[in-house]
């Protein structure tokens, strides 16, 4: 091994020591400027603004949502600040996520009528008591309420009629179909909290998405301590209801709002976007969010005005939206913006209390399709800043259920998001309220979201050359690390012919990782020499793999080993997918009868990986091994499946 490969593996190897105190760098100073700044309890103060209209969950409070936030984002010094109006109507589409259609409610109640049941334990749901009640897009009931049953669903079905099933264990268009006048979930992430009930915002017919001619089902959601007293009772006999349900179906709209610190630079001056989702009826999930974002932004105003920062050269823009739909509707019709934006960060995570379990912090990266120096950059903040608040933190590769799919190749801008957790379960529930929101943790993200987006706006020559670097050193952890994980295998590898599949693994797995780390650091800075000596060590792993082989040949009866690659497939060589419209395919405006059970990829999952490698120009083959080498060995028909996108629309085949 080369001395210069050798030291900077040293290097990064102790870099990884997470706890240690990290020795001074060009974001040190930043980071505590930022924190001796900022104001989690103002955040906090937003938390609660906002979660007490988005608590209701409807289309019109959305609307005083938005304005509340405008004028949020205005108190934080922010300019340029805008209402945008996307259609919610059910049709329009952002890339393929259709956009949702308007929905309002005013009353939702369920009551048992059996007056044996103590009166404490007949209502089992009061939207105006606790908004989590009500299935979001719950279809009305008759005016004035109904009398029906609650009832376990047949086989057949044909026991669901005018009547409110209990749980969705048939699918909600079959129920439709069959007259059922709606469902009751007993769903939550956390039956611990007996008295809480989990909140229904996946109401479509064919996703998430209710749109335009969706099945307009009366939807309940009950608590643990409520379905215990209806299983008790359907135990015995039937159990009559009074359900009441004033909703209504409307074209409107689903509101964004965006607001910048202006950069110097004022022609077509890049940017450095942070998006978090507005409208859903949690603190955490996801008040917290925008409210750190926009604090973040008050911070650094905060230090500009007072000139302990300069203005920095790019633009900081923060945008807050309707998850997912929002945001594709927002980048499709801002591509001027999108083009101008360097890199992202997305915060959907919740804030919860420091002294309890699993509320430390996680930093998803970007797909491998997409691998930016900004990875490696946020995990070299996070190295500097949680060790001085004696926070956790870790790392995992790319997972999308939320915003941060913006590196997606037809989006192009690397993104990174914090995941944390709530110390006690909430998600999705009417227990997530801002009682439980946890200032310390407010504070850090704001922190490393304000120090994540200055430092990139304020970049120049020299501090891209500095992230490169630390690009450089996360790349050789990365190649060692792709070493280490076949070099195992190597060692109980029990046939030759395992033993010929990992000499080929290897040299495939190292060489990937290496473009792939490569691609990182030229993205912030060109360094030629310093990447020839990446080179080299990548040469150096693939030896130490080929002569442990060899060295384990003897035990298995070989003189020698030849790599094995796997069988070609002559179909997939012959096929180019291009890609039609940015973002992932949802499958939300197909019927799932018509699916032929292949899976909507609307989040993270080996399609959308797939998806996100095909550029119009590699061949299926080549897409299937990238995938492969990013996700690991698949049983997925990727011929079948994209043959089926192409007879639907979503792409096409060049020719």
Request: one cysteine or more.
């Amino acid at each position: 091994m080369k001395r210069p490969a050798l030291f900077l593996l040293i290097i990064a190897t102790s870099l990884s020591a997470q706890n240690r105190a990290p020795a001074p760098s060009p974001v040190t100073q930043l980071l505590q400027s930022l924190r001796e700044a900022a104001n989690p309890d103002q955040a906090a103060r937003d938390v609660r603004t906002i979660w007490e209209t988005d608590r209701w969950f409807t289309f019109p409070k959305f609307e005083e949502t938005a304005k509340n936030v405008a004028a949020i984002m205005r108190r934080a010094g922010l300019e340029d600040v805008e209402i945008g109006a996307p259609p919610a109507d059910g049709v329009t589409q952002g890339g393929f996520w259709t956009m949702p259609l308007a929905w309002d409610v005013k009353v939702g109640m369920l009551e048992i009528l059996d007056p044996h049941v103590p009166a404490d334990r007949r209502m089992l749901a009061d939207y105006q008591k606790v908004p989590a009640s009500i299935g979001m897009w719950s279809g009305p009931t008759p005016p004035g309420g109904v009398d029906t049953e609650i009832v376990i669903p047949s086989a057949s079905l044909d026991n669901v009629k005018g009547k409110l099933v209990l749980g969705q264990r048939n699918s909600k268009t079959a129920l439709a179909r069959a007259g059922a006048l709606g469902v009751i979930s007993e769903n939550t992430e956390n039956r611990d909290l007996v008295d809480d009930r989990g909140w229904v915002n996946s109401f479509g017919d064919n996703g998430r998405s209710f749109t335009k001619g969706s099945a307009p089902l009366v939807c309940f959601s009950i608590t643990p301590r409520g379905s215990q007293v209806v299983r008790e009772l359907l135990a015995k006999g039937s159990v009559k209801v009074r359900a009441n349900v004033d909703s209504r179906y409307y074209a409107g709209v689903y509101p964004y709002v965006t607001g910048v610190i202006r950069g110097t630079d004022v022609t077509n001056p890049e940017e450095v976007l942070s998006l978090g989702h507005l409208f859903e009826q949690g603190a955490h999930d996801n008040a917290t969010g925008v409210s750190s974002i926009i604090g973040a932004a008050e911070t650094l105003n905060r230090l500009i005005k007072a000139g302990k920062l300069a203005r920095p050269k790019r633009t900081i823009r923060v945008l807050g939206m309707g998850e997912c739909y929002g945001t594709m509707y927002y980048l499709e019709h801002n591509q001027d913006r999108v083009k101008r934006t360097i890199a992202a960060m997305c915060i959907d995570s919740p804030a919860g209390l420091q002294n309890l379990a699993g509320t430390e912090h996680t930093w998803i990266l970007n797909p491998h399709s997409a691998r930016s120096y900004v990875d490696a950059f946020a995990l070299r903040l996070a190295h500097e800043y949680y060790p001085s608040v004696g926070r956790p933190w870790s790392s995992m590769e790319h997972r999308s259920s939320t915003d941060n799919y913006l590196g997606d190749p037809t989006i192009g801008i690397p993104t990174v998001m914090p995941h944390g957790g709530y110390g006690v379960l909430a998600h999705h529930n009417s227990h997530d309220t801002p009682v439980t929101v946890d200032p310390k943790s407010l504070r850090d993200l704001m922190v490393m979201n304000a120090a994540y987006t200055y430092f990139l706006a304020a970049a120049g020559p020299a501090e891209k050359r500095w992230m490169a670097e630390v690009a450089l050193t996360r790349g050789y952890q990365e190649v060692a690390a792709a070493a280490e994980k076949i070099l195992d295998r190597i060692a109980v590898a029990d046939s030759p012919e395992m033993l010929s599949r990992l000499l080929y693994q290897g040299r495939e797995s190292v060489e990937y990782v290496r473009d792939r780390e490569a691609k990182a650091v030229r993205a912030a800075s060109d360094l030629t020499e310093e990447l020839a000596g990446l080179s080299a060590f990548a040469k150096q792993q693939m030896l130490r793999i080929e002569r442990s082989i060899q060295a384990r040949a003897p035990a298995l009866g070989l003189a020698g080993v030849n790599p094995l690659p796997p069988p070609r497939n002559l179909e997939a060589e012959k096929i180019v997918v291009r890609r039609k419209r940015m973002g992932t395919i949802t499958l939300d405006d197909l019927p799932r009868e018509q699916r032929e059970n292949y899976p909507a990829a609307g989040f993270w999952s080996v399609p959308v990986s797939a998806l996100y490698w095909c550029d119009g120009k590699r061949n299926l083959a080549e897409v299937i091994r990238l995938t492969e080498l990013e996700m690991g060995p698949q049983q997925f028909d990727f011929v079948g499946y994209f043959k089926f996108l192409e007879r639907h629309g979503y792409v096409e085949f060049v020719r």
